[in-house]
DNA sequence: ATATCACCTTCGAGTAACACGAAGTCAATG
DNA sequence: CATTGACTTCGTGTTACTCGAAGGTGATAT
């Protein structure tokens, strides 16, 4: 049982949005103390880790909240909800390629940075946004 | 040369947020044609490029600004900008992790969903969110 | 007993970065 | 000459936090 300070260290996120997450209705079953303090089981940690990652994935809290509605329909939803993670699937593989892209783009920047400040002459300036000087 | 409509589709950016950023200053020596349509060259685009990276990198927008204006005031900023990158070059490559991860999970996820509706019995429901039904 | 922590709570307001839509300008096309 | 489409500014709306105030609870220290 962990509280939401616990919660937050061990997901990574702070406990305003954890607060936020299970207010919101992201995570079923929502456990409280005598002292209505909320306390986390395990189930509880997953389905806010489900969040987290879904919406680094874009989802919004509202669609989050309607897959979890999903889930506690049962069965039913099954094939429903297993469309919305091949969507989020797709998504997450362009993000991944996209977080690459960045990667290497902020690389070569600072690559271009170090050059300058070891002196070595460099017609590519452009690299590192010498555009700071009047462009030519 | 470039309309704002042709950057978007370029940069993959919305034509919003191109105004916005160009509105806010991130984009040194923006020109406009004689009916005050803002036109973008190369270097515009990759002023718009670079904000576009470090966005998504978290950087805030106007810590951006702060760093095109470190630009704009040339070689005397060139350490302060240097740490800049590396800073940002750091939080890339823990995006980047993050992002495996996610679509990791996203992954197993979706498998395990597959496996359901292919009628696999499995014991690990949990991986799917089974906490729909009641949790036992 | 009381004070001081270190937690937790709710609630309301503030913020960043867009997103949107209205209202209008302008050039080209049928 | 009217419509189309892309552009403009401006002001409001939205999302997902983010912050801080005001207060409750329980354990420890004086």
Not at 22 to 29: A, I, R
Not at 30 to 37: A, L, P, T
Not at 41 to 63: I, N, Y
Not at 68 to 82: A, I, K, M, P
Request: proline share 1%; glycine share 2%; net charge negative.
């Amino acid at each position: 049982m962990y509280s939401v300070k616990q919660a937050a260290e061990i997901l990574h996120l702070t406990e305003h949005t954890i607060r936020y997450y299970t207010d919101q209705g992201l995570v079923p079953h929502m456990k409280r103390d005598k002292n209505n303090n909320r306390i986390f089981d395990e189930a509880s940690l997953k389905w806010l880790e489900c969040a987290k990652h879904l919406r680094k994935c874009g989802m919004s809290v509202a669609d989050i909240k309607t897959y979890v509605n999903l889930c506690l329909e049962g069965d039913s939803t099954t094939q429903e909800r297993y469309d919305i993670f091949m969507k989020q699937k797709h998504i997450a593989q362009v993000q991944l390629e996209e977080a690459k892209e960045r990667a290497t783009y902020i690389e070569e920047k600072t690559e271009a940075y170090l050059d300058i400040l070891q002196g070595v002459d460099s017609d590519d300036m452009n690299t590192v946004n010498k555009q700071a000087e009047p462009f030519k």
